[in-house]
């Protein structure tokens, strides 16, 4: 065993009992809000021990593909176990007002107990509004740059305009789309719909262009024409460039959708249940619904990686993976 894989056995344990042995003690009556220097001295000792742990788990090298894959998950996963033990562990011992900063152990509390209103939010804002526009904006910019690439003068004015275009705030745009299209969720799909069209229109537009002249003369001496030339070798080769684009959108999508609810939407919603609980100062559920939209975008981005894995195995990216 090497002496960095021993450190690890070692730190790695003692970080995570030690952290857990703390959060438990911090709830402790004689402790909440009243912590000493020990207390907290034992807190930067787990501290110490998370990072080195975690610095070695990202230096190691496994020789096959299931140990990095294993080192890559084991690293993000330590490191946000010392997070959340951390957070819990100043709050609680520092005596933190739940409306400042509620520990994670009540947010999960509150996940836990507010299920059925969380998963209609998630069904308004997800389903019916980040979806939708997703699928229209990502569509469309694929289309308009097909359209771009087959006719140059138009890629030539459009591609400046959608440059400067894509940097308009969601704070300006969504008001609009309000009174455009109403309250309910057809107003937060047009807001994502405008977020993710120009991400895909820029990010087709280098992928077309991204095929060496080679490629095109081979296809022209097989007398294939634009329409086959595209589908058969241009697209392809653009997968890359597309998967880049959708995975920006994912996150994007979900932004969008919530920062639109902010101003108007049915009375569901994770935007309008972060703009309600804060006015209530009930923190704890607006912590529920951040981590809800981090769960739901981690997730939607997981799918898309999946899907680029699977499809565009041939690029050193994926291989390198």
């Known amino acids: 065993m090497t002496r960095r ?3 690890i056995g070692l730190l790695t ?13 911090a709830h402790r009556p004689g402790l909440a809000g009243a912590a000493g220097p020990g207390f907290w001295l034992a807190a930067i000792l787990v501290w110490l021990a998370a990072t080195l742990a975690a610095r070695d788990l990202a230096a190691l090298e496994p020789g096959h593909a299931a140990g990095r894959r294993l080192v890559r998950l084991a690293v993000p996963l330590l490191f946000g176990a010392l997070v959340l033990v951390l957070w819990e562990v100043v709050v609680v011992g520092a ?13 999960v509390a509150r996940f836990a107990t507010a299920l059925p209103v969380l998963g209609a939010d998630f069904v308004q804002t997800c389903l019916k509004s980040a979806l939708p526009g997703y ?3 990502c569509l469309s910019g694929l289309g308009v740059a097909i359209l771009a690439d087959r006719l140059p003068v138009l890629g030539r004015g459009l591609l400046p305009v959608a440059n400067v275009a894509s940097a308009l705030p969601i704070v300006g745009i969504a008001p609009i789309m309000v009174m455009w299209f109403g309250f309910d969720w057809p107003s937060k799909a047009a807001v994502v719909a405008v977020m993710t069209f120009f991400p895909m ?12 002249s080679i490629e095109r003369d081979l296809m022209r001496t097989y007398a294939a024409g634009y329409s086959r030339t595209l589908l058969s070798l241009r697209l392809p080769m653009a997968r890359p460039f597309l998967f880049t684009a959708l995975k920006v959108n994912a996150t994007l999508a979900l932004i969008g959708a919530i920062v639109a609810e902010f101003f108007g939407t049915p009375i569901v919603g994770m935007g ?3 703009s309600i609980e804060a006015a209530r100062l009930s923190l704890d559920m607006v912590w529920a619904e951040i981590a809800l939209a981090a769960l739901a975008g981690s997730a939607f981005y997981g799918l898309i990686a999946l899907a680029e894995r699977a499809v565009t195995g041939w690029h050193p990216s994926v291989r390198a993976g």
């Open 13 to 25: 344990p003692a970080a995570l009992i030690g952290g857990t042995a703390l959060a438990i003690a």
């Open 201 to 212: 229109l820029v990010q087709a537009g280098a992928g077309l262009a991204a095929t060496g």
């Open 272 to 274: 309008f249940r972060i």
């Open 135 to 137: 699928l229209i904006g």
């Open 5 to 7: 894989a021993a450190r």
């Open 95 to 107: 005596g933190v007002p739940a409306v400042l900063m509620p520990p994670p152990s009540a947010v």
